[in-house]
């Protein structure tokens, strides 16, 4: 069976802990996590956990159904890229010389339609918010300027269909 | 052995004034019915065997040699008795001595409440004396885990931790209590818990499932049933021998479903497995449906899932969704709690005309006997074999005994022999295999259920493993019954370094103690028997005896078990030599 990307999405108590519970499903089985993101979901105290894999279905269904019974997990779900609208952020710290020195280098954010998050005289911040392939592109582009740091976010993402999360967590509570 | 009656929880007055978490503790576990308990005291949790000191008329505490000790007891309680097991250990070595019991119950899914002390939570993360992450460390084998830090949790948390234990699909669910929570007071009040919002215990039965089982079922020419531990942890027992009677269909067992069908019923078939019987064995891959009752086809069961029952459709009733279709697929999964779902299915089978189907186990039953069952019960050579000493204690006890195994050869002779009429009475290690299992888990199943004969059989390497037991033992005087086979060697090992690495036996040859001796420095009655003419009767003195008894019997050194499906072949190359 071929490999390919697979979203996990997760809705669980915010329990201290279940990171840890959740991240062991998969050092069990000897599989890498590409990304991995927290955070608030839709439901009052209710975490949502995003975790890129990249295995194959029959992998990722018997993590899911893994996951799922953890005992504060609510619903745990998988999706392909297909059937998701996914971000990543990243960061990018420039030194300011290279943005009053070197024109082009504006021109690069320009294109990129990224945002100059803060200016002051030693460096400047700039964020971009988009697919994969857009935040290294930036990354290759800011390079000659040198970085003086880059950091980029887990995947987030939700899905095209309903989640009905609040649905299942009616049905589980009643 | 004393006899332990604590009274209830009924006559347990409410505090009526704040309490501290230590007595909470002991509280929760009045009330959940939790009134014998196996663990070992330290630092962080006195607080709380302070308080057992003060609650003794309600809790027996039973103090083991080792933390190992108490989670296997815990279990054997657990599993005779069909409650939860409690054991109790402090922090740091206390508790990371508890893994081994906890991994082994995780996966043979035996309900543990597992209670460890912890220091004072502004000491969590200081690397302070017996400091050590349980939590982090338990998590991968346990059902659930918590760390309480303030008092007013604990009634809350025990309860939950009861009740995840032991719905659903059991596991153990480890709670680990700072000192401080222990010694805050608070208002306490107990309410059991019903339900925990994120956790579904049972998933909901679809009649179409059981609809399509029964038109597989009826349909069938040569169905074959392989039952599981989940018709025991169901209390599904008179459900299952209904629907096997209604269907009149053979019924095999793996390791831990055993004696959920008496050995003796004309439709129990034996067991499949690496060490199985014959029959069921082949006749895997020669069924026409498969039909899968609380069981998780576990690669000893299976061997080479690429050649497993590949002809057959196979219906699996199950509880946990995360078994359906994780090591074969299924055709029909039929969820839910084989308690009810068996009661549903059993009128909607006709029995089928098997005849020609039963010829065949019994061509294959002929076989193994001759080639194999008939040399291990009834030997002429000189050299006991484990098989007759087993006949032995079925002789005697009429196969009312429960049997606790260790891990290894004398295991699986165990398993193989060991004649059942009562359920609940096999217990092993299956899953994990743990060497060590099966001396503290007969002290805990003798405990569980005193009116019952347990007799424990172990390798001479695996008693070795928990022999300090034997001081709890006779500081308990639970009358359990230890039959060492001893063949000086770490048998199933050896088995496979004849068998696959050219008789290179690297460290599996044991120089062994003197058994006897030891038991008796224990205060416990011993002997040992090397011949055939002495072993019935000793075996049958062994029995008698109504206190803890040492049995060491001196085995074939180089005996191998058979049938065998070697690691990773085919339930069709089962081997009888």
């Known amino acids: ?174 | 052995m004393k006899s332990i009656k604590t009274k209830s929880i009924q006559e347990l007055k409410s505090p009526g004034q704040p309490i501290i978490g230590a007595e909470a503790v002991v509280r929760c576990l009045v009330a959940e019915g939790a009134n014998l308990i196996y663990g070992y005291p330290g630092g962080a949790i006195m607080p709380v065997y302070d308080e057992l000191y003060k609650f003794q008329d309600y809790i027996h505490h039973v103090l083991v040699r080792h933390e190992q000790g108490a989670v296997h007891a815990a279990q054997g309680f657990a599993r005779i008795s069909g409650n939860v097991g409690v054991c109790m250990a402090t922090s740091g070595p206390g508790a990371t001595n508890l893994v081994t019991g906890i991994a082994d119950a995780m996966i043979d899914s035996t309900p543990l409440v597992c209670i460890t002390g912890q220091v004072p939570s502004h000491l969590l993360g200081s690397d302070a004396f017996q400091e050590t992450d349980i939590i982090g460390i338990s998590t991968p084998v346990t059902k659930w885990s918590y760390q309480v830090t303030r008092a007013e949790e604990i009634p809350e948390i025990l309860a939950k931790a009861f009740y995840i234990a032991r719905s659903g699909r059991p596991g153990p669910v480890l709670i680990d209590i700072t000192k401080d929570a222990q010694f805050a007071s608070f208002d306490y009040s107990y309410k059991p818990c019903r339900s925990v919002r994120s956790y579904k215990p049972v998933p909901e039965t679809d009649q179409n499932d059981l609809k399509k089982a029964a038109e597989l079922i009826n349909s069938a020419k040569k169905p074959l049933i392989v039952w599981g531990q989940g018709v025991i942890l169901g209390k599904a027992e008179e459900e299952f021998k209904a629907f096997v009677e209604q269907s009149g269909i053979p019924a095999a067992w793996t390791i831990l479903g055993a004696s959920a069908l008496a050995t003796e019923h004309p439709l129990n078939v034996g067991m499949v497995g690496m060490h199985g019987n014959y029959a069921p064995n082949l006749l895997t891959n020669e069924c026409d449906l498969l039909i899968a009752i609380g069981m998780r086809f576990d690669d000893r069961v299976t061997g080479d899932l690429n050649t497993y029952a590949k002809q057959a459709k196979i219906i699996h009733f199950e509880i946990d969704p995360a078994e359906v279709n994780k090591n074969v697929t299924v055709d029909v999964a039929v969820m839910g709690d084989v308690k009810n779902t068996l009661a549903a299915i059993t009128p909607m089978v006709e029995p089928q005309p098997l005849e020609n189907w039963f010829q065949r186990f019994k061509e294959l039953d002929k076989i193994e006997f001759d080639k194999v069952i008939d040399t291990e019960l009834n030997p002429t050579k000189p050299g006991l074999t484990m098989g007759e000493v087993i006949k032995a204690i079925n002789a005697s006890s009429g196969g009312d005994a429960a049997i606790v195994t260790d891990v290894g050869q004398h295991q699986m002779i165990a398993c193989r022999y060991a004649e059942f009429t009562t359920s609940k009475s096999n217990i092993t290690s299956g899953g994990l295999g743990t060497m060590g299992f099966a001396l503290p888990a007969a002290l805990g199943a003798k405990m569980g259920a005193p009116e019952r004969e347990v007799v424990a059989v172990i390798g001479d390497g695996g008693f070795q493993m928990n022999i300090q037991e034997l001081g709890t033992i006779f500081q308990t005087q639970a009358a359990v019954k230890i039959v060492i086979l001893n063949n000086d060697f770490l048998g199933m090992v050896r088995q496979w370094q004849q068998l696959f690495f050219d008789k290179r036996y690297a460290s599996t040859e044991m120089v062994n103690p003197d058994f006897v001796q030891i038991a008796k420095g224990y205060f416990i009655e011993a002997k040992r028997v090397d011949n055939r003419e002495d072993m019935n009767a000793a075996v049958e003195e062994m029995m008698r005896s109504e206190k803890p008894y040492l049995l060491e019997v001196c085995v074939e050194k180089e005996n191998n078990v058979f049938p065998m499906i070697p690691s990773g072949a085919s339930v069709s190359d089962i081997r009888l030599e």
């Open chain 1, 1 to 174: 069976m071929e490999q390919m990307t697979y979203t996990i999405s997760i809705y669980a108590e915010n329990n201290v802990g279940l990171l840890s519970r959740v991240s062991a499903i998969f050092l069990k089985r000897h599989i890498n996590i590409n990304s991995l993101n927290i955070s608030l979901s839709e439901i009052e105290n209710v975490s949502r956990f995003v975790i890129v894999v990249h295995v194959t279905e029959e992998q990722v269904q018997k993590i899911v159904k893994q996951i799922d019974k953890q005992i504060e997990v609510i619903k745990a779900f998988y999706h392909t890229d297909e059937e998701t609208i996914f971000q990543e952020s990243a960061l990018y710290k420039v030194s300011s010389k290279s943005l009053f020195e070197q024109r082009h280098i504006q021109n690069v954010i320009k294109k990129s339609h990224a945002n100059i998050v803060t200016v002051n005289p030693d460096f400047f911040v700039i964020e971009k918010t988009g697919f994969r392939e857009e935040t290294e592109q930036l990354y290759n582009d800011l390079a000659p300027f040198g970085l003086l740091q880059f950091v980029r976010s887990g995947r987030i993402s939700v899905t095209k269909s309903a989640m009905e999360i609040s649905h299942i967590l009616k049905e589980l509570s009643d």
